[in-house]
């Protein structure tokens, strides 16, 4: 493992010291990482005093929160963006990572650790189904990304997978109906994929599990068919989605506060499970009442959101906005946003511009119009959610 700035000076010249000496190839395989540089892509220099001590940014951050920001958001081969700002999130994630295992260690009797290994017999919710089938997915995506190499990949798929889906989700349904042994297997599974990235917080709260081997000494979680819940996993996913749309359409006009609305779930095929998930829904929505049918109907003055075939969200919006006035101050928006994408585009067809302008102001212009565009992407699905 090495830059690929030294590939010769180094790399080359150990093949062929080791080959003349030996007889023998000292190593297969070279993972070469890109350089790090600074927040512009300067290369860290004492001239420039653009550097970063890593001593500073751990006694600031935590050695694991540098870590993390070395390896995860990164691509095999290209220079990465080394910043403070950058450290100081993931030192947010480490954070989140103890604040996980506190509200799980508080939900097991201390008294029972070790718990013993998980039987599907402790499995007992819809909501565990779920966490344990993603739990088992995430052991093998990330198993099959590090031996492929692709460090960031797996770095990021646990980075998502604790903080939305285990932290997110899995810990607001367990509120409901708390399982211990659900909560310490998945916590378990996620700390041994966690530590080769971040080793020092995994290990100390892996001594809170009261378990006989040190971390590092544990062996790498397998994936297994006795914990796959494929069909129960997508009737839960159902509800994510809906709980999702819900909150996105409360977002869009400004209405995240008001927890009195009516929501109505249109569905064809998991009407069922939509009406036994109407206090969680209700709850983690934050809105006041949800009315579910398997009719098509139209509401008047509600925001709508289409999930698939069989399911519509439709948000109540009487009393709360104005429709029409809202419509129009959409469309004014529009008119003005598609102006200043039409000027842009003219300004990056104009070659004797794009010929002379410096590179730094081209790649302004050209992020200024992909955001730009997507703004409008998004005001457009407001517009068209107004039924």
């Known amino acids: 493992e090495t830059g690929y700035d030294i590939i010769f000076f180094w790399v080359a010249r150990m093949i062929l010291m080791t080959t003349y000496n030996t007889g023998q190839v000292p190593f297969k395989q070279v993972y070469l990482h890109g350089l790090v540089r600074d927040k512009q892509g300067r290369k860290m220099s004492k001239s420039l005093g653009n550097g970063i001590d890593p001593l500073d940014m751990i006694s600031k951050y935590g050695t694991d929160a540098v870590r993390l920001s070395l390896v995860i958001g990164t691509s095999p081969g290209n220079d990465l ?4 700002e950058r450290i100081a999130n993931y030192r947010n994630f480490v954070t989140k990572v103890w604040n996980v295992a506190r509200f799980t260690l508080l939900n097991i009797d201390s008294s029972h650790l070790p718990l ?104 790498w979680p397998t994936e297994t068919k006795e914990f796959r819940y494929k069909d129960d996993a997508y009737e839960l ?27 109505t779930l249109e569905d064809q095929l998991n009407r069922g499970t939509l009406i036994d998930a109407q206090a969680v829904i209700t709850k983690l929505a934050k809105i006041g009442k949800v009315n579910i049918t398997s009719e098509q109907k139209t509401y008047p003055e509600c925001a709508a959101s289409v999930l698939d075939a069989n399911t519509k969200v439709f948000l109540h919006l009487d009393g709360k906005i104005d ?53 409008i992407t998004e005001l457009k699905t407001r517009l068209d959610n107004l039924s």
């Open 323 to 375: 429709v029409d006035e809202e419509k129009s101050k959409i469309q004014k928006e529009l008119n003005n946003l598609n102006n200043f994408v039409n000027g842009l585009e003219k300004q990056m067809q104009n070659k004797s511009f794009v010929d002379n302008a410096p590179e730094e102001v081209i790649e302004k212009k050209k992020t200024q119009l992909t955001e730009t565009q997507d703004k």
């Open 116 to 219: 013993a290994k998980l039987d599907p017999a402790d499995v007992k919710t819809a909501y565990d189904k779920w966490i344990l089938n993603r739990t088992e997915e995430i052991i093998e995506s990330v198993t099959d990304s590090l031996e492929k190499h692709r460090f960031s990949e797996a770095g990021s798929e646990l980075y998502n997978f604790l903080w939305s889906e285990f932290a997110n989700w899995y810990l607001e349904f367990s509120k409901e109906e708390k399982n211990e042994k659900v909560l310490h297997h998945v916590l378990k599974q996620v700390l041994i994929m966690l530590h080769p990235f971040m080793p020092f917080v995994t290990e100390v709260i892996w001594a809170e599990l009261k378990e006989e081997k040190l971390l590092i000494n544990e062996s």
């Open 237 to 263: 996913q159902s509800i994510i989605d809906v709980i999702q749309s819900i909150r996105a359409l409360k977002t869009s006009f400004n209405l995240h506060h008001t927890k009195d609305m009516t929501v």
């Open 81 to 84: 963006k080394l910043y403070e």
